[in-house]
């Protein structure tokens, strides 16, 4: 897959004065597709399948998330490393002008669909102090956000999960 659209978000958490463990909660969105690509799709244990993807937009997922880390500082100096665990629920809009789905009782396109997920995640990051009540950080996390969808079929189930890593940054705000 590839990003689409800008990752944006907003966090509130610490680590408090000299503790090594902190945590925060993040409402934020990113989006992905599926770029263009021959692939393997297992459509059972015995049943595997090439399929091609022409083109970048086949199918595109908006995540909408709510999420919690637990972080461990790695030191309390200037420059505070930092790593943690992360969970959270997504809402995740699919979309496909190429992939059918039942409107009523109608089978047509496009695919377009709110599901609900869960959202595992792994942050790596640096957080620098500017000042008393100031600091930036550098972020890498590792995520993977895992929903099912039925295109409004009965007895359909389809899993789908996105791992993706993401570079983030921002400024932190004592108050």
Do not use: C
Request: charged share 15%; hydrophobic share 35%.
């Amino acid at each position: 897959t590839a990003s689409t659209g800008l990752l944006w978000g907003f966090r509130i958490g610490g680590f408090g004065a000299g503790k090594l463990l902190g945590g925060d909660f993040e409402i934020s969105h990113y989006a992905q597709q599926i770029t263009a690509q021959k692939t393997m799709i297992t459509l059972n244990a015995a049943s595997t399948k090439s399929f091609s993807f022409y083109v970048d937009d086949y199918f595109k997922v908006n995540t909408y998330l709510m999420a919690g880390d637990l972080l461990l500082r790695l030191s309390s100096k200037t420059l505070q490393p930092y790593i943690g665990l992360g969970i959270g629920m997504t809402l995740n809009n699919t979309t496909s002008p190429y992939i059918y789905q039942f409107y009523g009782s109608t089978f047509r396109r496009p695919l377009d669909q709110l599901n609900l997920g869960l959202l595992f995640r792994i942050p790596i990051g640096i957080r620098v102090n500017l000042g008393d009540k100031t600091s930036a950080f550098l972020e890498y996390r590792s995520t993977g956000n895992t929903f099912t969808s039925t295109r409004n079929i009965k007895g359909e189930t389809d899993s789908i999960t996105l791992n993706t890593g993401q570079t983030i940054f921002g400024l932190g705000f004592g108050f």
